[in-house]
């Protein structure tokens, strides 16, 4: 089971949760961003305090060069960090984000193509349902008026209601073809569109969402964004 089959008319709603998950992805790269660059700083503080506070007298020396080389360790370590977060973490997740920008943006205008066409569709159907109750209305209303006509023997009326009684029954059948015809399209479109081309289109949505954790976790050795996508 998977998009496809259980969110299957939930375009909308997993393009806005994709959404949702590209700009969280956007922010944690630019948390690792940030938090190296705080380590850099940190960095340079440790080895700037270090050569500035040198010593060389007594017995206190032996000891205190080891409390600089211990600093200096340390700071050898944070730079580590800081290079980790940027090449794990960081250059990943705005690696896969332009990798698969133009993948997503043609997702989601198919997808939003698909909803588009779907409410056209439907739109048409109702349009053409609604002409034809039009003209059954009218044609009902013009069979009375002319019955009545009858009944008055009221000649010259009969004549005028009986062409136009015509012209009803004409455009009465000309609204049943329409819609007819609109609502075959429906049809047509909604199996096209639910049956084969929107699962497709959610189905790439679910495969992008789980490449970028797989990604991301092959790269770093641990999950950096849990159960998250960023389609």
């Known amino acids: 089971m998977g998009f496809d089959n259980e ?11 994709a959404t949702e ?3 969280f992805t ?3 790269a630019a948390w690792f961003h940030k938090r190296a660059e705080i380590e850099r700083k940190y960095v340079k503080k440790l080895l700037s305090l270090s050569k500035a506070t040198e010593c060389d007298k007594g017995t206190v020396q032996g000891a205190w060069s080891t409390v600089l080389t ?9 730079i580590l960090i800081a290079d980790k977060f940027g090449e794990l973490c960081e250059n990943v997740l705005t690696e896969f984000l332009k990798s698969s920008s133009s993948e997503r943006s043609s997702l989601t205008s198919t997808g939003k193509s698909l909803l588009k066409e779907l409410k056209a569709a439907d739109s048409k159907q109702q349009s053409c349902s609604d002409a034809l109750a039009a003209a059954q209305k009218k ?14 023997n009221n000649v010259k009326q009969v004549d005028k209601l009986t062409k136009q ?20 399209k429906l049809e047509e479109t909604k199996t096209r569109v639910w049956d084969a081309e929107m699962p497709l289109v959610l189905s790439n949505f679910e495969v992008r ?8 976790e092959n790269r770093n050795g641990r999950w950096v964004i849990l159960g998250s996508g960023s389609m």
């Open 21 to 23: 998950n590209k700009a």
């Open 209 to 216: 969402m789980v490449v970028e954790v797989t990604y991301s």
């Open 139 to 152: 044609q009902e209303e013009t069979d009375a008026a002319l019955e009545r006509e009858k009944f008055n």
């Open 7 to 17: 969110l299957w008319d939930g375009f909308e709603v997993i393009q806005k949760q």
């Open 26 to 28: 956007e922010k944690v």
């Open 70 to 78: 211990q600093t200096d360790a340390l700071a050898q370590m944070h």
């Open 165 to 184: 009684q015509a012209s009803c029954a004409k455009a009465t059948e000309k609204a049943e073809i329409a819609n007819a015809d609109a609502t075959s």
